[in-house]
T-cell receptor, first 113, second 114 residues
Framework: AQSVAQPEDQVNVAEGNPLTVKCTYS??????LFWYVQYPNRGLQFLLK??????LVKGSYGFEAEFNKSQTSFHLKKPSALVSDSALYFC???????????FGKGTMLLVSP | NAGVTQTPKFQVLKTGQSMTLQCAQD?????MYWYRQDPGMGLRLIYY???????DKGEVPNGYNVSRLNKREFSLRLESAAPSQTSVYFC?????????????FGSGTRLTVV
């Protein structure tokens, strides 16, 4: 069965420092991978996706993610965190042959001033 | 630029009551989805509709029914609400399957069953 793991419930980082939010997946074949962000009392917003091609994907708000097939990971990164980046982040996967997304449990990112 | 609209935003039900959560999208998307979000469990798929006229069960369909009324609207019905259905419900849509941008989400319905 396909699954997505976000091993950290919470990530704390100081403003200006680099941040990483981890995601690993377990699916057969070549999945589509996504990151979404959720601000308090809001729906999820699309950040970026990996379909094929370059392993480093750039997305909204200065975020990027690195696809690593051998480690089955898709970690979200940003070179310099902002307090306004504080939110709940979800990794999601669409396995080959499926038409729906499976989401991880989410990681709360807290950026301190 | 409404996107995906969900109503109501908040609802309190008594155990055993029924209600319908409404969802409408104005992006001419083919596929629509209902997820529930619970603390520590992420988003879990309840039902989805790949295209008008079709619906399929997701991971947690028990206790729910859906109707794809037309291409724009996809409703979720709780026939006899239970406290375990206390959750935040999100509707989403996509062009077809998972599109270039994945899903577009509504702002959610916070449901409490007492």
């Amino acid at each position: 069965a396909q699954s997505v793991a976000q091993p950290e419930d919470q990530v704390n980082v100081a403003e200006g420092n680099p941040l990483t939010v981890k995601c690993t997946y377990s699916v057969s074949g070549n999945p589509y991978l996504f990151w979404y962000v959720q601000y308090p009392n809001r729906g999820l917003q699309f950040l970026l996706k990996y379909i094929t091609g370059d392993n480093l994907v750039k997305g909204s708000y200065g975020f990027e993610a690195e696809f690593n097939k051998s480690q089955t990971s898709f970690h979200l990164k940003k070179p310099s965190a902002l307090v306004s980046d504080s939110a709940l982040y979800f990794c999601a996967v669409r396995p080959p042959g499926y038409s729906t997304l499976t989401f991880g449990k989410g990681t709360m990112l807290l950026v301190s001033p | 630029n409404a996107g995906v609209t969900q109503t109501p935003k908040f609802q309190v039900l008594k155990t055993g009551q029924s209600m319908t959560l409404q969802c409408a999208q104005d992006m001419n998307h083919n596929s629509m989805y209902w997820y529930r979000q619970d603390p520590g469990m992420g988003l879990r798929l309840i039902y989805y509709s790949a295209s008008e006229g079709t619906t399929d069960k997701g991971e947690v369909p028990n206790g729910y029914n859906v109707s794809r009324l037309n291409k724009r609207e996809f409703s979720l019905r709780l026939e006899s609400a239970a406290p375990s259905q206390t959750s935040v419900y999100f509707c989403a849509s996509s062009e077809g399957g998972v599109s270039l941008y994945g899903y577009t989400f509504g702002s959610g319905t916070r449901l409490t069953v007492v």
